[in-house]
């Protein structure tokens, strides 16, 4: 048999779900309910009385649809199984099918209350025969709706399926504690990183299916606590290499370059593949010399289109405080990755340069992620920021794709608690309002009166997706799976179970547990050897780990 060379290859593998709900029906439906029973994935000829089957029609009035929820958020597509239709004319009939990340976009047409069909279509038409299983375009949902569009017609649907499609690949960086919310924004945050790691690392499953450079580095921060250095991480960031010359800008953006430098410095401590790093040394040496060409004559950063993260858009003071701390850490890590490459004078050049970035200290302009950014990164005093920026208002100011250095800022100013409580009211007020992965952007003053997303909006109530959003997420478009929410995740294993990498490829680790109120905290973190397995509780501290990883106390 001939067999065509690949290109590539798709990594991911398929699994079939049904539905586990009926949110409503409008029109003619009998037998909803018997869409929520698992069947054989293959339509057949017979039609047995022990599967009774979902009957929409069209006569007059209302069309026919059902709206099913999945259970969860899922990436992938959905087949419609037709064991027989009964058109007006001719033999087929026409479906429209409307996928959404919550109830009000799975009910909403296109391109109302800002639903899109940008980077993977939402609302789409499928025209279906008898005796068949029609599957759509792939995309990110939990819930869909199917409507008979055809007047004078009807369809036997014999099941509406789910094809989840993603990296079966196990996770063996944990998190559990005294603490059951904590828990559960943990595996919330994993899962959706994980739900993003599909052939390459994406920002969203249904907007944003782009790698967006600067969106990897906290996406890769929970993968390497939850999975280790996956060849996805690589994969991710050689494209933007490969796009984009080093005198010019990853995604059009000068922090997207800088982050992605940091990135390669991650994924080095966590893998320690010395030849992968010597892979990038031309380009990063090029790059770090064209980004030194963008500090003032005062030592200020002058980067050109300036851009932090979407809440920090009409923050110049913020932003600049914020680009002036990730400029001071990129000149940091390369130096130390050219120290490990073998090139003492762009290693020095790069000490050099960032000694004078960080020698300023710039207004935070009232910005709890520029503050963060400094606190974290040697231009600022942690606990000075954390007094009069972050702690004020608590998680009122959060973002999402900075949620985790904002975390991090305060436990390193010595208020994990506070971290802890900050954490539990923003991600946590997501949970409360239905969501099974975290979103591209929260505010918590959205909350208010608002609709958990897994119901139809009663009247008088908000829409917590189609009310709300801002720049380039307005209301439906919103995407409610974005892998750079998940900071939670490697936030919990460094600060609570104390797991830092100290040496590259994890040959040290130190290990030092604070339980801030919790009765117990366990989980391990992966390293090229296999797990590092640490549990805190009052008797103290116990870990299991590989002999070739040093442990320091």
Known sequence: MFCPEPFDTDPRVRKYIVPVRVVRTTGSVEGAEHLLEPRPSQISLERPPFWPACVLTNTTGEHASVLVDFGREIPGSARIYSWYVKPKEGNRVNLRLRFGESVSEAMTPWPEKGSTNDHANRDVLLNVGFLSANETNETGFRFLNVELLDDDASIVLYMIEGVWTYRDIPQTGTFRCSDERINDIYDTAVYTAHMNMQEYLWDGIKRDRLVWCGDIYPSELTILSAFGPHEILRRSL????????????????????????????????????????????????????????????????????????????????????????????????????????????????????????????????????????????????????????????????????????????????????????????????????????????????????????????????????????????????????????????????????????????????????????????????????????????????????????????
Request: aromatic share 10%; proline share 7%.
């Open 238 to 553: 050689d494209i933007h290499k490969t796009i984009t010359p080093p005198t010019g800008w990853m995604n059009g953006m000068p922090t997207y370059s800088l982050w992605w430098l940091i990135s390669h410095e991650a994924f080095y401590q966590s893998s320690g593949d010395l030849e992968y790093l010597k892979a990038q040394h031309d380009y990063m040496k090029d790059l770090i010399h064209h980004v030194a060409g963008f500090i003032g004559p005062d030592n200020h950063e002058t980067l050109p289109h300036p851009f932090l993260d979407w809440p920090n858009s009409e923050n110049p003071v913020g932003i600049h405080a914020g680009q002036q701390a990730l400029l001071a850490r990129a000149f940091e890590k390369t130096a130390f990755m050219m120290r490990e490459m073998g090139d003492a004078e762009t290693a020095a050049f790069c000490e050099e340069c960032r000694g004078r970035v960080a020698s300023v200290t710039p207004d935070h302009g009232g910005s709890k992620q520029g503050a963060a950014l400094m606190a974290l990164w040697g231009l600022a005093d942690p606990k000075d920021m954390n007094d009069k920026v972050i702690e004020p208002g608590q998680a009122h100011g959060y973002s999402t794709f900075l949620g985790w250095a904002t975390l991090a800022a305060k436990a390193e100013a010595g208020d994990l608690q506070g971290a802890l409580r900050d954490m539990k009211q923003y991600w946590g007020a997501m949970l409360d309002l239905g969501a099974t992965t975290f979103w591209e952007d929260f505010n918590l003053d959205w909350t208010e009166n608002a609709a958990p997303i897994d119901q139809v909006v009663p009247e008088g109530k908000k829409d917590i997706h189609g009310d709300f959003g801002a720049y380039c997420y307005v209301k439906l478009r919103h995407s409610l799976c974005h892998a750079w929410a998940s900071g939670p995740a490697p936030f919990l294993t460094r600060y609570v179970l104390g797991i830092r990498v100290e040496k590259p490829g994890c040959r040290a680790i130190s290990i030092q547990p604070k339980l801030c109120g919790l009765e117990w905290a366990e989980g391990s973190y992966p390293t090229p050897y296999g797990p590092v397995h640490v549990r805190a509780d009052k008797h103290g501290v116990t870990v299991d780990a590989p002999k070739e990883v040093q442990i320091i106390r």
